[in-house]
T-cell receptor, first 113, second 118 residues
Framework: AQTVTQSQPEMSVQEAETVTLSCTYD???????LFWYKQPPSRQMILVIR??????QNATENRFSVNFQKAAKSFSLKISDSQLGDTAMYFC??????????FGKGTRLSVIA | GAGVSQSPSNKVTEKGKDVELRCDPI?????LYWYRQRLGQGLEFLIY????????KSGLPSDRFSAERTGESVSTLTIQRTQQEDSAVYLC????????????????FGPGTRLLVL
């Protein structure tokens, strides 16, 4: 079974600053995918970034990047130059084998002007 | 359509009534998923459909929950004899496919249906 742990229920960051959200996971599969989804108050789940486990290079999407540490089973999300629109719940998720997405409990991020 | 759509956006019902929630996946997506999100919680997997294969119902919490999908089109999630504990946001997602052997496709989510059981 896969598990995802997000140890930070809430975080806040000043506008234009950088923040890192933590995620650890567990899986017995060798091939898997990791995701960060953003859920603003509109509740629409939006894909932020995706990482294939077989790739050593960390994924990057504009201001969003990950620090993927496979041996440590860690997958943190870094948001640079934080913007007010980044305020949302952020969910880490794993997809592997024949099981659908398994989500962490989420981190509520508040960007403060 | 351009994205996954769900209806209704909000639903208020009385305990004991049946409800139907609808999901329209992205055109061409063969895999469709239903999740439940209780207030302040992460997403719980309920069921997924892949083409014409038998659905994976392993996440359904009780026999009051069922879902149908015709081919690769619309899906309906039905909750019979609703209970207050069923109050949650029900999210639908679709992907190009869901396969074994390590080929996984990114899931795209709809806006959800917020269900409130009084």
């Amino acid at each position: 079974a896969q598990t995802v742990t997000q140890s930070q229920p809430e975080m806040s960051v000043q506008e234009a600053e950088t923040v890192t959200l933590s995620c650890t996971y567990d899986t017995s599969e060798s091939n898997y995918y990791l995701f960060w989804y953003k859920q603003p108050p509109s509740r629409q789940m939006i894909l932020v970034i995706r990482q294939e486990a077989y790739k050593q290079q960390n994924a990057t999407e504009n201001r969003f990047s990950v620090n993927f540490q496979k041996a440590a089973k860690s997958f943190s999300l870094k948001i640079s130059d934080s913007q007010l629109g980044d305020t949302a719940m952020y969910f880490c998720a794993i997809l592997s084998g024949n099981t659908p997405l398994v989500f962490g409990k989420g981190t509520r991020l508040s960007v403060i002007a | 359509g351009a994205g996954v759509s769900q209806s209704p956006s909000n639903k208020v019902t009385e305990k004991g009534k049946d409800v139907e929630l609808r999901c329209d996946p992205i055109s061409g997506h063969t895999a469709l998923y239903w999740y439940r999100q209780r207030l302040g919680q992460g997403l719980e997997f309920l069921i997924y459909f892949q083409g014409n294969s038998a659905p994976d119902k392993s996440g359904l919490p009780s026999d009051r929950f069922s879902a149908e999908r015709t081919g690769e089109s619309v899906s309906t999630l039905t909750i019979q004899r609703t209970q207050q504990e069923d109050s949650a946001v029900y999210l639908c997602a679709s992907s190009l496919r869901f396969t074994s052997g390590g080929i996984q496709e990114t899931q795209y989510f709809g806006p959800g249906t917020r269900l409130l059981v009084l």
